[in-house]
């Protein structure tokens, strides 16, 4: 049935029943029936001169950066304290507690930022917001309502430890934990669908009509490949926040004790920041496989347009936290007396890394002069070329991966000692997982350059499938191997000074690698509110230069990082006074 007819239906049906109710209901249909609004340039305020669109976007990337902190440092403060449980170590229950610790201070600010954000969209930006409330309708007021049970569950949770620390009591507050996480994760869902609506429309026709449910809306091409793309960006940079704010507390102390334990800390930060990077790319192919599937137009704007140089700089900040990871792991070797035996292969993960990132920061075509194209003979390097393109660029991601997991394994080993008869088999199995998964990768990578461009896509599932059965299966032998294993000593607080700056340039390359790609998808819709359906008039209505989002991002960057080594000083002030407090009594 076609939905004027239901509604012809629906209003005879009113008419009968209730006459003084046909005319509000017309009005309700006829304006679920009108298309988008369509501002003119008169209808986007201008107060004080503030340009609105920065104003915007640096509200948003704060409450981004903020939320992103929030949402991710509460999961894994729960997987700790099961860890506690399950082993038996309060090791575990102090660090999920200071993990929570931070995220109160943090969490305040994500609230106020959140609500400054509203404010700047609801004066600048009327019409479109108007729009988006129509659209999805009550669902704002179920995220206000989310945001507020999520609010009173954290704070109960966090001040709620001590009393549900011992007994049977842990499973009540872990329970607390996992509502909270759940709430978390909710909102994070609901806002991404507000967000890739913008990109890919669904649930309204193409003058921006309503013609399906909130449901519809909520459910657009790029929803679930948002979801997953956030989910696992924000575990990754929840890691590498609370790692740098390990390695700030590791530099402050004196006490050696308290050096091992925020080293400890430090080293389970940058594994949960690994685990949460590692599949990443993965995620990010998907988004931007489903944003080429909606619309060509989106997919080439971002990766052959006016957009593709910024992936070279996105190259040069993942080169970056691979390395900075790396050399962190690395460093990590010398807390155990075995380490020793596997620095050695140090050097040579280091030229596959550094080899990789050269790779990838290698464009195909330059930007040159007309005398520079003549002596050159064309836009690109005949030698270089060639590893600009895809098939290069995924050989060279997915080979960093795996040597970056390798070096994480190494660390592990070195600290056990199998005591299974059959252990040198299983490190033969290992070796061969290796070998025959990394000659899949570089064999896949060389094919890619051989096949059809319609197959150099699906070239590059082989290496995804390679890379993911290294990792899984040498974990999965590991668990096995190391069972009952004997535990070399580990020395925590044997580490380097300079290996904790390591953990520093982890949260800064993360920053502002979201800024840059935050940049990248909102710049997709170019001069649209709503992509095809409701564009934008306003003065601002073009895609900022690469020069432009350079300053805004790096601004943005560094302003969180003050409020972040602010929020890290009042953790340590709150500590200092309490021991003063302790002292004096």
């Known amino acids: 049935m076609k939905l004027s007819t239901l509604f012809a239906i629906m209003a005879a049906l009113t008419a009968l029943i209730a006459p003084d109710l046909l005319l509000a209901a017309t009005k309700e249909v006829a304006q679920v029936l009108e298309g988008a609004p369509k501002p003119s340039r008169m209808d986007y305020p201008v107060i004080a001169g503030i340009n609105a669109r920065t104003l915007a976007w640096v509200m948003a990337q704060m409450h981004l950066f903020l939320a992103a902190f929030v949402l991710a440092v509460p999961l894994f403060a729960i997987a700790t304290e099961f860890m506690s449980v399950v082993t038996g170590d309060d090791r575990f229950d102090n660090m999920a507690r200071e993990f929570m610790k931070i995220t109160m201070a943090a969490y305040s600010l994500t609230a106020l930022v959140g609500g400054g954000l509203l404010l700047v969209l609801l004066v600048f930006y009327p019409q479109l917001m108007g729009y988006m409330i129509k659209v999805f309708r009550g669902q704002m007021l179920i995220y206000a309502a989310l945001f507020g049970l999520e609010s009173v569950t954290l704070y109960i949770y966090f001040y709620s430890w001590d009393a549900l620390r011992r007994g049977n009591r842990k499973y009540y507050h872990m329970s607390i934990g996992l509502l909270l996480n759940t709430v978390g994760l909710t909102l994070m869902f609901v806002a991404n669908a507000w967000t890739s609506f913008m990109m890919s429309p669904a649930g309204i026709d193409p003058s921006g009509a309503i013609t399906g449910t909130v449901w519809e809306a909520t459910r657009n091409p790029l929803w679930n490949p948002l ?53 990443l790319p993965f995620a990010g192919y998907w988004l931007m496989a489903e944003i080429y599937a909606y619309s060509q137009q989106m997919g080439i704007t971002a990766m052959g347009g006016i957009l593709a140089w910024l992936f070279i700089i996105q190259a040069v900040l993942i080169g970056t936290i691979m390395l900075a990871a790396n050399y962190y792991l690395w460093s990590g070797l010398m807390r155990t007396d075995r380490g020793a035996q596997y620095a050695k292969y140090v050097k040579y993960i280091a030229v596959v890394i550094v080899g990789g990132f050269l790779v990838w920061v290698t464009p195909h075509t330059l930007i040159l002069s007309t005398a520079e194209i003549q002596n050159l003979g064309g836009t690109h390097h005949k030698l270089l070329g060639p590893l600009g393109i895809m098939p290069a660029k995924n050989t060279a991601v997915n080979l960093m991966l795996v040597f970056t997991f390798m070096s994480f394994q190494m660390f592990y080993r070195s600290s056990r000692v199998p005591v299974v008869a059959w252990a040198g ?15 899949n990768i570089v064999g896949a990578g060389i094919y890619g350059y051989i096949t059809p461009t319609v197959y150099k896509v699906g070239a590059s599932v082989p290496q995804v499938v390679s890379t993911l059965t290294i990792i899984i299966g040498s974990v999965i032998i590991d668990v096995f191997m190391l069972r009952g294993s004997i535990s070399e000593k580990v020395h925590w607080g044997r580490m380097t000074e300079r290996s904790q700056y390591a953990l520093f340039v982890l949260p800064v390359a993360f920053t502002w690698l979201m800024g840059l790609m935050g940049y990248i998808r909102s710049s997709l819709r170019t001069n649209w509110h709503i992509y095809t359906i409701m564009k934008d008039n306003s003065v601002d209505a073009y895609i900022p230069t690469v020069g432009d989002a350079g300053n805004v991002i790096t601004a943005v960057t560094l302003l969180f990082m003050a409020v972040m080594v602010f929020v890290f000083w009042l953790s340590r002030l709150g500590q200092t006074k309490q021991k003063g407090t302790e002292g004096s009594a």
Not at 257 to 268: F, N, R
Not at 425 to 439: K, P, Q
Request: glycine residues 10%.
């Open 227 to 279: 979801n997953l793309h956030r989910f696992l960006a924000n575990i990754a940079y929840g890691g590498a926040i609370v790692g740098g704010y390990s390695a700030y507390m590791f530099l402050a102390e004196k006490d050696p004790a308290k050096k091992a334990h925020y080293d400890w800390m430090g080293y389970t930060s940058n594994f949960i920041a690994i685990v949460g990077f590692i599949p």
């Open 425 to 439: 088999s299983a490190n033969m199995v290992v070796v061969a997982l290796y070998v025959i998964g990394i000659a």
